[in-house]
């Protein structure tokens, strides 16, 4: 329990990646997320499954200092997860507090860093640990929502993991897609 309380406290302190909640509907909400700038590993990886195990290893080992400066970079949450048929890829944000100018440069070759572009997204929540399936039901969820509501979307479904392994209670996890927000209002 004690370690439970210092992983939570610890997880508060984390910097989360900004978005603005443009609307909240019961099931499901539209946030619009700025740039950001993301470290990246592509993959053949099909799975939730595979693509953790080695994605994570990787980006971790170059926000834990296998850069060119030796530099430790703060971890943040989301841990981005877009999972399909061609090219699966694993994305850790990158603080705010840094730009691609000032971060040291991976020394696998296979990080690459990058700036994300904008985007409204639809986001459906779930609770839990995350898996195959829980990522295809929440994602027919929330497509079946988007099609009920005419709201068009684009590009694949992707999965946002806010918290560390080790947590037990209070996950937080969420199913996101871009869509064609400027459309509807």
């Known amino acids: ?7 939570f406290i610890s997880i508060n302190n ?3 990646q900004k978005y603005t909640v443009i609307q909240k509907d019961k099931d499901f909400e539209i946030m619009f997320y700025p740039s950001a700038v993301m470290a990246i590993i592509n993959s ?3 799975s939730y499954k595979e693509l953790a195990n080695q994605g994570f290893r990787t ?6 200092g296998c850069n060119e400066g030796d530099t430790k970079i703060s971890m943040t949450s989301p841990v981005h997860m877009d999972i399909n048929d061609s090219i699966s890829a694993m994305s850790f944000v990158i603080p705010s507090t840094n730009t691609e100018s000032t971060l040291p440069r991976p020394n696998d070759p296979n990080v ?7 985007e409204y997204v639809a986001v459906i929540r779930f609770g839990g640990f995350a898996s195959d399936k829980h990522l295809k039901f929440y994602t027919e969820k929330l497509h079946n929502i988007l099609i009920e509501k005419g709201i068009t979307s684009y590009g694949h479904y992707r999965f946002l993991g806010y918290n560390p392994p080790f947590q037990l209670f209070g996950r937080r996890n969420e199913i996101i897609v871009s869509v064609n927000w400027e459309e509807k209002q």
């Open 1 to 7: 329990m004690i370690f439970q309380s210092f992983t």
């Open 14 to 16: 984390t910097e989360k």
């Open 44 to 46: 053949s990886a099909k």
């Open 59 to 64: 980006l971790a080992g170059n926000i834990f």
């Open 112 to 118: 690459i860093l990058q700036k994300s572009s904008e």
